[in-house]
């Protein structure tokens, strides 16, 4: 068993190493090819912008001799690229000539917003295959007072040389992506290893040391119960003072027994792994609940409770008899302890969906709101319950809860105070 908890603990640290780890170099991976995306982007547009405004100084040159200044050695002819391209346009917006590889068929968009330098701020525009930067052209006047609109440049290239090395890009973070997985997987397998080494000592240590307490302990206490029991049995025989002190005696003792037994359970049950719901043997959960309700009824008449149990008949699962007799013995206990003479108990089976719904409801003190999401903390009691029951450890509800997790159920409590409480105990059908 202790192999099962130790290899199961082992699977999911591994496995939560390996999430933690992918996810980092995910991120990271989204980071980075949105960084370069942007940086190329940018050096694309800045490259065409260059482009265009090295072609400024050539727009008088074709305004006055048209296209056969293009096949002269122009300064910008150096700055041309594989599919880059360049087009002149007039102030009107028509085109004057154009030089290079693919054109877009888009219009130019005019940007007529003066600014005293010969160009204009320069305005992007795309069309799917092609990017384009276009600047307006603008020259000082006679009187160099305001700037004349002389007309446009815009220089395009193809989006295939970015789209090329995105993909590259991308296929190297894949590639980098599956070489770190596996890094990753055994880095995390060593971590794993090294990690649980030093708490699986522990663990056998803790166990040990636990198993040796209570075996030391049950020992001198039930020596403590038999003599306490023997002085008991001949209590006429001993003065007043020494009958109260050897009840005090035994009732500590019995409070110290329960102790014990309760922290057992929650030990085993948290060490353990839990079997599946097909593991457990099918129980009539109506005729559990029954018996229960037998027991808990004179208790119930005693105190001047009203005692009411509605049961469905045939509602079966598959569980722990002793495990859900003690579960629901806990909640019956604790309805009748913290419920006032003259107040009501319920109980409720029923069928609802996929599951048998036990719903265990009394008239008591309640438990105020902010005190509910506490309820089933180990040795946590609220003020009000410390005075209804002294002798209380505060373990009731936590072992309520591992049994209700231990049968793949779940558990809901609604109360109000002055009220009453109501528990939902929730269980898969067969």
Same mark, same amino acid.
């Given at each position: 068993?202790?192999?099962?908890?130790?290899?199961?603990?082992?699977?999911?640290?591994?496995?939560?190493?390996?999430?933690?780890?992918?996810?980092?170099?995910?991120?990271?991976?989204?980071?980075?090819?949105?960084?370069?995306?942007?940086?190329?982007?940018?050096?694309?547009?800045?490259?065409?912008?260059?482009?265009?405004?090295?072609?400024?100084?050539?727009?008088?040159?074709?305004?006055?001799?048209?296209?056969?200044?293009?096949?002269?050695?122009?300064?910008?002819?150096?700055?041309?690229?594989?599919?880059?391209?360049?087009?002149?346009?007039?102030?009107?917006?028509?085109?004057?000539?154009?030089?290079?590889?693919?054109?877009?068929?888009?219009?130019?968009?005019?940007?007529?917003?003066?600014?005293?330098?010969?160009?204009?701020?320069?305005?992007?525009?795309?069309?799917?295959?092609?990017?384009?930067?276009?600047?307006?052209?603008?020259?000082?006047?006679?009187?160099?007072?305001?700037?004349?609109?002389?007309?446009?440049?815009? @220089? #395009? $290239?193809?989006? !295939?040389? +970015?789209?090329?090395? %995105?993909?590259? =890009?991308?296929?190297?973070?894949?590639?980098?992506?599956?070489?770190?997985?596996?890094?990753?997987?055994?880095?995390?397998?060593?971590?794993?290893?090294?990690?649980?080494?030093?708490?699986?000592?522990?663990?056998?240590?803790?166990?040990?040391?636990?198993?040796?307490?209570?075996?030391?302990?049950?020992?001198?206490?039930?020596?403590?119960?038999?003599?306490?029991?023997?002085?008991?049995?001949?209590?006429?025989?001993?003065?007043?003072?020494?009958?109260?002190?050897?009840?005090?005696?035994?009732? @500590? #003792? $019995?409070?110290? !027994?329960? +102790?014990?037994?309760? %922290?057992?359970? =929650?030990?085993?049950?948290?060490?353990?792994?839990?079997?599946?719901?097909?593991?457990?043997?099918?129980?009539?959960?109506?005729?559990?609940?029954?018996?229960?309700?037998?027991?808990?009824?004179?208790?119930?008449?005693?105190?001047?409770?009203?005692?009411?149990?509605?049961?469905?008949?045939?509602?079966?699962?598959?569980?722990?008899?002793?495990?859900?007799?003690?579960?629901?013995?806990?909640?019956?206990?604790?309805?009748?302890?913290?419920?006032?003479?003259?107040?009501?108990?319920?109980?409720?089976?029923?069928?609802?969906?996929?599951?048998?719904?036990?719903?265990?409801?009394?008239?008591?003190?309640?438990?105020?709101?902010?005190?509910?999401?506490?309820?089933?903390?180990?040795?946590?009691?609220?003020?009000?319950?410390?005075?209804?029951?002294?002798?209380?450890?505060?373990?009731?509800?936590?072992?309520?809860?591992?049994?209700?997790?231990?049968?793949?159920?779940?558990?809901?409590?609604?109360?109000?105070?002055?009220?009453?409480?109501?528990?939902?105990?929730?269980?898969?059908?067969?």
């Amino acid at each position: 068993m202790e192999n099962k908890v130790s290899n199961s603990l082992s699977w999911r640290l591994w496995i939560a190493y390996i999430v933690a780890m992918s996810a980092i170099f995910g991120i990271s991976a989204v980071a980075v090819y949105s960084v370069f995306h942007r940086s190329l982007q940018k050096d694309r547009n800045e490259h065409l912008q260059t482009l265009a405004q090295a072609a400024v100084p050539s727009l008088d040159r074709i305004k006055t001799k048209g296209n056969e200044s293009l096949q002269r050695d122009l300064p910008w002819r150096s700055l041309f690229e594989k599919g880059q391209s360049l087009e002149w346009f007039d102030a009107d917006g028509k085109l004057l000539a154009r030089e290079g590889g693919d054109f877009p068929d888009i219009p130019l968009v005019k940007n007529s917003v003066p600014v005293r330098i010969h160009e204009g701020s320069p305005l992007i525009q795309k069309d799917g295959k092609l990017t384009s930067v276009s600047i307006a052209v603008y020259a000082d006047s006679e009187d160099q007072k305001t700037l004349n609109l002389e007309g446009y440049i815009r @220089a #395009s $290239e193809s989006n !295939k040389a +970015l789209a090329s090395r %995105l993909d590259q =890009l991308q296929l190297g973070l894949k590639i980098g992506g599956m070489t770190a997985l596996i890094l990753i997987s055994i880095a995390s397998g060593v971590l794993t290893i090294v990690v649980l080494r030093p708490i699986k000592k522990s663990y056998q240590h803790l166990r040990q040391f636990t198993a040796d307490v209570s075996h030391e302990i049950s020992n001198p206490l039930t020596a403590i119960i038999t003599t306490v029991q023997l002085m008991e049995s001949h209590s006429e025989e001993l003065p007043v003072d020494f009958v109260k002190k050897i009840s005090t005696i035994s009732s @500590a #003792s $019995e409070q110290i !027994k329960h +102790l014990m037994e309760d %922290l057992r359970f =929650l030990s085993q049950t948290d060490s353990q792994i839990r079997p599946s719901a097909l593991e457990y043997p099918t129980i009539p959960l109506d005729e559990i609940l029954e018996d229960i309700a037998d027991n808990f009824e004179t208790q119930a008449y005693n105190k001047e409770l009203g005692f009411e149990f509605h049961l469905s008949p045939d509602v079966s699962i598959k569980g722990d008899s002793h495990q859900l007799k003690r579960l629901f013995s806990n909640l019956l206990e604790n309805a009748i302890k913290y419920t006032t003479s003259g107040g009501i108990v319920k109980v409720f089976l029923e069928k609802h969906k996929r599951f048998a719904v036990v719903r265990v409801e009394d008239s008591g003190v309640g438990i105020p709101q902010e005190y509910i999401p506490y309820i089933f903390q180990r040795f946590w009691r609220a003020e009000n319950a410390r005075s209804y029951d002294k002798n209380g450890l505060g373990l009731g509800l936590s072992i309520v809860q591992a049994i209700v997790k231990g049968h793949k159920g779940k558990i809901e409590v609604d109360s109000k105070v002055g009220v009453g409480s109501r528990f939902n105990v929730y269980l898969p059908l067969v």
